[in-house]
């Protein structure tokens, strides 16, 4: 049985969407909680542990609930094995948001959880024609934002010898297929920066399924489905390439 506790955002729930299914699937038992605050940042999940602010959503096995919890309910109530957390993707690119709050944090969860293992989660860059409103701190450049939050993270990562799950390197990877690339039949996000509803979100899902239980993904029977788009039915052929690229990735892991 593996417990993994994700406090993030938006981009976490898209990580969780489907990641119980996922690993549920590879034989794995499972719980996988996410504490929902749009748009969160770092440094509002600090804030919200020193107030034992009842501010997140409470989504289960990719599921909403109707119950608002804090930081410390979760950790009371539950003893997980992994916590997941991430800075707000409009944040990502910029190293001066991280701290204190995500040192402050790891040094809190390391008290307050005992034997979880931390990891942190690369949030990806919006699409070329993305309209969020932060896009222009990147001068609306793809490649510029995935630059600057892949040096970000990684420099965290190292800083306090924390795993990195690289969904944003994924995603990068899947927009140079065909698939997804210029000129592709579709895109990766569904409104420039969340995950399109099947396959992105499926993809990062198996990125966390492979950092976090170290498990291949290639052949896992799941196929994503959602009531979000009800008449699409997946293309194996890009399940399988997501697989692939998933089981090519290599998860950082930082020299202690």
């Keep these: 049985m593996i417990r993994i506790l994700a406090i993030g955002n938006s981009f976490s729930e898209d990580a969780t969407y ?3 299914q996922i690993l549920e699937t590879a034989g794995v038992e499972n719980l996988v909680v996410n504490l929902f605050i749009g748009g969160c940042s770092l440094e509002k999940h600090w804030l919200n542990i020193e107030r034992e602010a ?3 959503q409470l989504q289960v096995n990719g599921s909403k609930t109707d119950r608002h919890v804090s930081i410390q309910d979760v950790l009371r109530e539950t003893k997980w094995d992994v916590i997941v957390t991430q800075q707000a993707s409009h944040d990502s690119g910029w190293m001066e948001t991280y701290e204190p709050f995500l040192g402050n944090m ?7 959880a005992a034997d979880v293992k931390l990891f942190l989660h690369e949030t990806w860059a919006y699409e070329k024609d993305s309209t969020h409103w932060n896009f222009e701190r990147y001068h609306k450049d793809q490649q510029e934002m995935f630059r600057r939050l892949q040096l970000a993270y990684t420099t965290m990562a190292e800083k306090y010898k924390l795993p990195l ?14 698939f997804f690339g210029d000129g592709g039949k579709r895109s990766i996000c569904r409104d420039g920066f969340h995950m399109n509803y099947i396959y ?18 290639k052949g896992n ?3 994503p489905e959602t009531i979000y788009m009800p008449y699409e039915n997946p293309d194996r052929e890009v399940i399988n390439v997501i697989q692939r690229l998933t089981d090519e990735m290599i998860c950082f892991q930082p020299e202690e």
Aim: aromatic share 12%.
């Design 54 to 56: 009842r501010e997140y």
């Design 221 to 223: 029977a799941f196929v």
């Design 200 to 217: 992105g979100r499926y993809a990062i899902g198996c990125i966390w399924a492979r950092c976090l239980a170290k498990i291949q993904v």
């Design 165 to 178: 799950i690289p969904g944003g390197e994924l995603i990068q990877k899947l927009r140079e297929t065909e």
């Design 106 to 112: 790891v040094d809190y969860l390391k008290k307050n």
């Design 18 to 20: 489907y990641l119980h």
